[in-house]
RNA sequence: GGCCGGUUGGUCAAGCGGUUAAGACUUCGGCCUCUCACGCCGACAACACGAGUUCGAAUCUCGUACCGGUCACCA
């Protein structure tokens, strides 16, 4: 067989050599132990956790050793492509804070000089490559049809032999004379490039950056690398891309790690030196009783949309992926309760091999803990960026009384138990509404705290002495005064002991400020809240009742 | 089924041949307290199983079981 004929009649427009590919794509000028990584998404429009959790690790490499961490479209696949799904990604991205230095942006455009970033824009790239295959007789076209294909996997069934193009099954098509696949091609049939494999049983190892020394067969497969439409399969492209803009690392999740010896074998007959693998574990979920994989179809909150519109926080979902992914993380943290999280030394050396639980417990733990940590400031910030994109009435109400709003994000924040009432910027418009007119809503029965007419008094004396310059322990003796004045305890154990000699304890009586000030029985401190509200306010609230 | 990966409390996990087997979350008690939240104290609860190596194994080896992934002209 000419090979070099061959190689001329299946590209015939190819022109360019490796060389020139060289050449255009040289090595990166990074100093020594910078790390260049990338994500891979392909567009389907579902951007979910996963791609995020692997984007936060190839992101971290790359930064925290001053490398390059880039955005490559996959799109190999035209059926599952959906439109505007990069936007969707990379503002999704962008919400993340997760932040590239080069790759396909959002306007179908480039940033950097190892480009295209879109694979379906590569497709001379990947020619070149697979030209020179066929010239050295490490690939051959295959013109076996997709009933051939079944045929075949049926007889290997039957016979327990292991499905796929290969040893015998390959023959047909590999002893194919150039006369032969001339008259194919110009009949018309539809062919694909396959890799011309060797029949073998050794065995090669990897030394993964997560799992360390992963001992697998050699391939054996003649596994497709450019599809009948001349676009080439994901394993290809993975090769040809990943050396040509000189990733050092490949973060990919383990669902990969089976096809692996396809990319060690490409990368070996290529001549090119293989990146750094990184297999991290799939998250899972409790299903049944059983783990599985997080499943898009029947996980809401696999989805990043999911925590956008639930307004969890960024750094809140950073915090939690952060802990998931580096098991010394929550111990840091611990210790280094003030720094930022992208201050931590983060190491792929410390990832766990099997894949983690989401546990949503821990996710709230973490989002009151982290929101907590915040200046009222911050949390201000954040909250309104949120409210601006799903919570418009909100917006407004934080633009309106901004003073107020920091006011009250500031209650109960001093001290060394700072209150943790934050866990979502949803939940937060909900626990909040109180501090707002306009919010504002009775939600819990003054009638449970003390009889209509108890309250009319109570509320009289209260506005009646009632002076807001008054400090707390001055409030509060008032307070402890009329409630004596009343017939009720002024300590709760009293009441507790000897429930028949009062009317009810103290709390009943804080309950009903409370329920009047902001709606609920369980609030903040009354003292507190009642400057952040302003005696106007306070005076209209309690007025109501008296 | 073949290949690959994984297996320490309910969940996430530390552990790297000698530990009373950390810690966090959850749950449940209790304390603090004008409510709630916070905080503090405490409790429950784990090395999948079986061999082997060793004076000694959660740690090393082998096997078994279970869980997961993957076997496409999908990524």
């Not at 009250?408 to 700072?418: D, E, I, T």
Request: charged content about 30%; proline content about 5%.
């Amino acid at each position: 067989m000419d090979n070099k004929a061959l190689a001329d009649l299946l590209f015939p427009d190819s022109t360019l050599t490796a060389e020139d590919m060289e050449k255009r794509y040289p090595e990166r000028d990074l100093p020594e132990g910078a790390a260049v990584t990338r994500i891979g998404p392909s567009p389907t429009g579902f951007v979910h956790l996963g791609n995020l959790y692997n984007a936060v690790i190839a992101e971290r490499i790359a930064h925290q050793s001053g490398g390059v961490f880039y955005l490559r479209i996959e799109d190999t696949d035209n059926k599952r492509e959906v439109e505007g799904a990069v936007e969707a990604l990379i503002s999704a991205m962008d919400y993340f804070g997760v932040h590239f230095d080069e790759g396909a942006s959002a306007d179908g455009g480039d940033n950097g000089n190892y480009g295209p970033y879109t694979q379906s824009k590569r497709r001379e790239i990947y020619h070149v490559f697979a030209k020179q295959l066929v010239e050295q007789g490490k690939a051959y076209p295959c013109f076996l049809t997709a009933e051939e294909i079944n045929a075949i996997r049926e007889e290997q069934t039957a016979a327990k032999a292991d499905p796929g193009i290969y040893g015998k099954y390959a023959e047909a098509n590999r002893s194919l004379t150039l006369d032969e696949i001339k008259a194919n091609i110009a009949a018309g049939k539809p062919w694909v490039l396959r890799y011309k494999a060797e029949m073998t049983d050794e065995r090669i190892t990897v030394e993964d950056a997560i799992r360390g020394k992963i001992d697998m067969p050699r391939n054996f497969m003649d596994f497709v690398i450019l599809k009948s439409d001349g676009i080439p399969t994901y394993h290809f492209a993975h090769v040809v891309d990943d050396h040509l803009m000189r990733s050092t690392h490949v973060i990919r999740g383990e669902d990969w790690l089976p096809s692996l010896p396809m990319h060690v074998e490409l990368f070996n007959v290529m001549g090119w030196k293989q990146p750094v693998y990184c297999h991290t574990a799939n998250l899972m979920k409790i299903d049944d009783g059983g783990k599985r994989k997080l499943s898009k179809r029947k996980d809401p909150e696999l989805a990043l949309s999911y925590y956008q519109q639930e307004g969890i926080s960024r750094d809140v979902v950073w915090e939690f992926l952060l802990t998931v992914l580096n098991s010394n993380y929550e111990e840091w943290r611990l210790a280094n309760p003030d720094t930022p999280y992208l201050d931590f030394p983060y190491s792929i050396a410390k990832m766990s091999h099997s894949g983690a639980l989401f546990d949503m417990d821990k996710l709230r733990d973490i989002a009151k803990e982290t929101i907590c940590r915040m200046d009222a400031k911050t949390v201000y910030d954040n909250w309104l960026g949120w409210c601006e994109m799903y919570n418009e009435q909100f917006a407004s109400l934080l633009k309106k009384y901004p003073e107020r709003t920091l006011a009250a994000l500031n209650v109960g924040k001093s001290g060394k138990k700072p209150r943790k009432d934050i866990e979502t910027w949803k939940q937060a418009c909900d626990f909040m509404s109180f501090y707002y007119d306009e919010t504002f809503t009775l939600q819990d029965d003054m009638n449970e705290q003390a009889s209509p007419e108890i309250q009319k008094q109570f509320f009289a004396k209260y506005l009646e002495s009632y002076d807001h310059a008054d400090d707390p322990s001055a409030w509060f003796d008032k307070v402890k005064a009329i409630t004596e004045e009343l017939g009720f305890a002024v300590k709760p154990k009293d009441y507790k002991k000897d429930p028949d000699s009062y009317k009810g304890s103290i709390v009943h009586i804080t309950n009903m400020l409370r329920i009047a000030l902001t709606g609920r029985a369980n609030a903040p401190d009354i003292h507190e809240v009642s400057h952040v509200l302003g005696e106007d306010i306070v005076r209209a609230r309690l007025s109501k009742w008296a």
